[in-house]
């Protein structure tokens, strides 16, 4: 069998898809690193109205979640991976969350979830009071879930802080209360252009020395960092600057492997929305680290960086819609359907590479069903396969 893609130089490729998936796994956690898949929503494709707010099948997006969890993945919650200001508010985020962290609490699964500013919404500046009230709203419910939080990068913050001494007020004071340590969260501008200039500075070496001052001055109520600017080097650096106990995440979906492989002296753990798609094989490179078999990880994740920059190229942002449609490709959920209709945020082209990509990855348990839902999405757009 093979099915006909289009390119996006406007001709097609012949793919044959792969017999060979990877089998289903059930594991623990990884000893040797911490990894957390940022996990995406699955809407509810029959909702009546949009008005009434984003519409989540609840028991498909839990059920990924427990698919997660029994690979031996953390689950990191209502992050930029589900929609956070893309279409999910902060009410159905709340009670994702709250329903998230009991499903956790069930399986004894890791998570940690996205505490932001998003109920501000409304368009106009806030004052410095206002954005860390939203903050401690978010992260007192988090906390009250039993849950971990990672505060997010606020645009509410980054429209009115003039200077460094604004971030450090706002996350000074939320560290000094929070209840238990927290995962700070560096999110670049490709991912969300309203977050430019955070932490006071476009220059970013003068942004890094800003963010690991917040660090510095309460390090035992910081976890971890997560950095997603798609910069190695500079991951590395900061990850030899922290506090000893303080660990960093890598958020870099464009080097990951050697990220957490490491230097031979320091390692990042990992929190990454590619690892909602290529969870599979994550899990198995987690394997390979446990027992040092640094080869074999690499063996295994390093063919997954086309992938990753495939989903992620520029826009980056929409680099859910890849995700969602491997997702319902893979027979995770019945529909390529997205909170916000982002299922239209990419091309016909792009999408069809991530099949082939994910295809030649072994990562849909069922390749005659990908090949068919494949076909119904060509289909849709008027593409004979």
Not at 19 to 33: E, I, K
Not at 71 to 93: H, I, K, S, Y
Not at 122 to 144: C, K, P
Not at 218 to 237: F, M, N, T, W, Y
Request: proline share 6%; with cysteine; glycine share 10%.
């Amino acid at each position: 069998m093979s099915i006909r893609l289009p390119s996006a130089d406007g001709g097609f490729r012949v793919h044959r898809p792969n017999p060979d998936p990877y089998p289903p796994l059930t594991c623990g956690p990884a000893r040797s690193r911490t990894f957390y898949a940022a996990a995406h929503v699955v809407a509810d494709p029959l909702a009546a109205s949009a008005e009434a707010g984003p519409a989540v099948d609840w028991e498909a997006t839990l059920a990924f979640r427990r698919r997660l969890w029994a690979q031996g993945l953390g689950v990191a919650e209502a992050m930029d991976t589900a929609q956070r200001g893309m279409g999910l508010d902060w009410p159905t985020a709340a009670e994702l969350i709250r329903r998230s962290a009991a499903e956790a609490r069930a399986v004894g699964g890791r998570i940690v979830c996205g505490a932001g500013t998003d109920q501000l919404t409304d368009g106009r500046t806030y004052s410095l009071n206002e954005i860390a009230a939203a903050y401690e709203e978010q992260l007192a419910h988090i906390e009250a879930c039993g849950a971990g939080a990672v505060l997010m990068a606020s645009r509410a913050l980054a429209a009115p802080a003039r200077a460094p001494e604004d971030y450090l007020e706002v996350y000074g004071g939320l560290l000094r209360q929070s209840v238990r340590p927290v995962v700070l969260h560096w999110l670049g501008p490709m991912f969300d252009p309203a977050l430019a200039g955070y932490w006071g500075h476009a220059d970013l070496d003068a942004a890094t020395d800003v963010f690991l001052k917040i660090i510095a001055d309460c390090p035992e109520k910081v976890e971890g960092i997560k950095v997603s600017l798609l910069d190695a080097e500079r991951e590395v650096d900061i990850r030899r600057r922290l506090p000893a106990g303080v660990r960093c995440y890598t958020g870099d979906d464009y080097h990951y492997p050697e990220l957490i492989a490491g230097d031979g002296e320091l390692a990042s753990d990992a929190l990454l929305g590619i690892f909602d798609p290529i969870a599979p094989i994550a899990a198995r490179a987690a394997i390979a680290l446990d027992r040092g078999d640094i080869d074999g990880f690499g063996e295994l994740l390093d063919p997954t960086v086309s992938l990753s920059r495939h989903l992620f190229a520029p826009p980056t942002r929409f680099y859910k819609t890849g995700v969602v449609l491997l997702a319902w490709l893979a027979g995770y959920q019945d529909h390529f359907t997205m909170v916000g209709g982002l299922q239209s945020a990419r091309s016909l082209p792009h999408l069809a590479t991530a099949y082939e990509l994910a295809d030649g990855l072994g990562l849909f348990p069922d390749s005659e069903l990908a090949e068919d839902r494949m076909r119904r999405l060509l289909a849709v757009y008027g593409v004979s396969s």
